[in-house]
């Protein structure tokens, strides 16, 4: 049976930090609540329904968070087109390798699918995947694990058959939940995943082969759930 690589967008795919960053100063402060680099630092990856109550205060309405986020995310969308991006080191050619040794791919990300579109199309990747799932598609953001069960849903993938590309503590949590296995990238290698990378070019060519291969213990959670 084919196996199916979920990708997490942020991180894994691009660094679009600074576009995050610059559009969430702006509109903050557009509305009289700036906030610091590190407040901004303290949230990336999470969703906007989370970030915002944070920085609204908790009382703010559903129709503010939502006016707030469109404002933000529109403005992100301008500055990644205008500005431009590249694929992280060895995302690009990862993508290709895997869509020619038949692998199916998909995204599976918190960000909105507007978002998503916008940067597969700014990094020319949208044909390599075979499904999306975004924030419109999911209740609970990571590490509940509903993002990466929708994802292998929609590929026709058990969970088992599946591998998880995260930059993310609560990503690689998700996957553990889903029964999935996990490839980590960041920085410093660190993360606790199946396998772990400073970046996606220091992986060998059989990286994802091998790791299907390794047995699995399966979801590790009953909070699993899919809509």
Sequence with gaps: MTGAVLWDLDGTLLDSEEYHWLSWRDTMASLGHPITRDQFLATFGLRNDEILP??????????????????????????????????????????????RDGWLQAIASSAPRANVDVVLDVLGMASFFQAVV???????????PQVFLIAAARLGVPPARCIVVEDAPAGIEAARR??????????????????????????????FTALLRTPNQGPQTTETRVQ
């Design 54 to 99: 944070r920085w609204l205060g908790s009382a703010a309405a559903r129709e503010e968070i939502d006016r707030v986020s469109l404002q933000k995310e529109t403005l992100y969308r301008k500055l990644l087109r205008e500005g431009g991006v590249g694929p992280l080191a060895g995302a690009a050619e990862w993508v290709r390798k895997l869509h």
């Design 134 to 144: 975004s924030a419109e598609d999911v209740t609970a953001g990571k590490p509940d």
């Design 178 to 207: 889903a029964g999935m296995r996990s490839m980590g990238v960041s920085r410093n290698g660190s993360l606790s995943a199946d396998v772990a990378a400073a970046s996606l070019d220091q992986l060998p060519e059989d990286a």
